[in-house]
């Protein structure tokens, strides 16, 4: 009788080590959809101004009506009036524009804000070696491995750019003026 009681011991802590990785997962994959659609918010928007580039480089003296997106035609023309912006009326496309022009814009102010929060950090730290996870947690974002390897992606792309320095294995410091 006895081997049948750690059995269902050892099945209890199975099933509540599975909860606990379910919880941990869960939240993970939480926070790498926030991490993703940052990402594709930043993507959009450096598709469009790109496509935009290359229409300019095509042909300079073409302006930025040229550059407006070609794959939504216009259902109906926009009324022309020389009323203020807000008031003037338009097409369920433009509005469609609109929306996911704020969209990107709102995903973008996400995406460079972490960069920003990592700067300041620095900024206020001065000389001393700090790891991912201790800058993280000054953040408020050491919740999930997700958000603290978001933080680590960022601190690596800012090596790269020299904006700060590597200063030991996973150690990062602020870059000397």
Known sequence: MVSGTRAVH?????????QEDLDRLEAQKQALERELAAVV????????????????????????AATAPAAEPQQTPAP???APPEVTART???????SAADADAEGQKK??????????????????DVRARDVAAALGRDTDSGTINAVRSTLDR????????????????????
């Open 92 to 98: 369920p496309a433009q509005v469609r524009r609109t």
């Open 80 to 82: 022309r009036t020389d």
């Open 158 to 177: 800012l090596v790269g750019t020299s904006r700060i320095r590597r200063s030991g294995r996973g150690l990062y410091r602020a870059k000397r003026s």
């Open 111 to 128: 995406y460079g804000r972490l960069t920003e929060q990592i700067l300041d950090y620095f900024a206020t730290v001065g000389d001393t």
């Open 41 to 64: 918010a930043h993507l959009g928007s450096v598709q469009r101004a790109l496509s935009a580039l290359q229409v300019l480089m095509r042909d300079p003296s073409a302006g930025p």
């Open 10 to 18: 050892n099945i209890e802590v199975t099933a509540e080590s599975l």
